[in-house]
T-cell receptor, first 116, second 111 residues
Framework: GAVVSQHPSWVICKSGTSVKIECRSL??????MFWYRQFPKQSLMLMAT?????????EQGVEKDKFLINHASLTLSTLTVTSAHPEDSSFYIC????????????FGPGTRLTVL | DAKTTQPNSMESNEEEPVHLPCNHS???????IHWYRQLPSQGPEYVIH???SNVNNRMASLAIAEDRKSSTLILHRATLRDAAVYYC????????????FGKGTKLSVKP
């Protein structure tokens, strides 16, 4: 099946710094990528939807200036957590939909962010 | 998005079949029923999806009620590697709609 990778798989940073997470579709072109956040023992929460070459669409309650999303190519989307704080510590997961737009989505392995 | 209801947790014995139920009484005619699972510290993994007819693939079977208000994911022989949280999600067909995750069912498999 289609493969989605994320980098890094885990990151620890100091409060106030910015962290960039990459999401790549390895064997298909993704017109749309989705970013989720998952706190411990909770379900995934959709943060935003990004389409290649256009601005991301953020879910209600998600600060677009804090979570910067760039989808510059059909195989790469990045999420930058700006001025991270301990409450931003979470498991960030991306998902991609291929050009064919089939119903199933492919998920990355996730990035564990810990902000000290 | 239409809501789904699943039991919080279920237990199974290894090598026995597992039936994971999902209620979706407000499903609309254009909603597909998707199942994903998430192993600990990993991203979700697609399991199966269907619209009206029962579906089978190498991972599982999906049984959909005639009125489509409920469905059941069937793992024919549970293994220890099947221990995960299973999510039942309704989504518009094709490229439309987002995958909105509920709480899912945490499946434990005992050796």
């Amino acid at each position: 099946g289609a493969v989605v990778s994320q980098h890094p798989s885990w990151v620890i940073c100091k409060s106030g710094t910015s962290v960039k997470i990459e999401c790549r579709s390895l064997d298909f072109q993704a017109t749309t990528m989705f970013w989720y956040r998952q706190f411990p023992k909770q379900s995934l929460m959709l943060m935003a939807t990004s389409n290649e070459g256009s601005k991301a669409t953020y879910e209600q309650g998600v600060e677009k200036d804090k979570f910067l999303i760039n989808h510059a190519s059909l195989t790469l989307s990045t999420l930058t957590v700006t001025s991270a704080h301990p409450e931003d510590s979470s498991f960030y997961i991306c998902s991609a939909r291929d050009l064919a737009g089939v119903g199933s989505r492919f998920f990355g392995p996730g990035t564990r962010l810990t902000v000290l | 998005d239409a809501k789904t209801t699943q039991p919080n947790s279920m237990e199974s014995n290894e090598e026995e079949p597992v039936h994971l139920p999902c209620n979706h009484s407000t499903i609309s005619g254009t909603d597909y029923i998707h199942w994903y699972r998430q192993l600990p510290s990993q991203g979700p993994e697609y399991v199966i999806h269907g619209l009206t007819s029962n579906v089978n693939n190498r991972m599982a079977s999906l049984a959909i009620a005639e009125d489509r208000k409920s469905s059941t994911l069937i793992l024919h022989r549970a293994t220890l590697r099947d221990a995960a949280v299973y999510y039942c999600i309704l989504k518009l067909g094709g490229s439309q709609g987002n995958l909105i995750f509920g709480k899912g069912t945490k499946l434990s498999v005992k050796p």
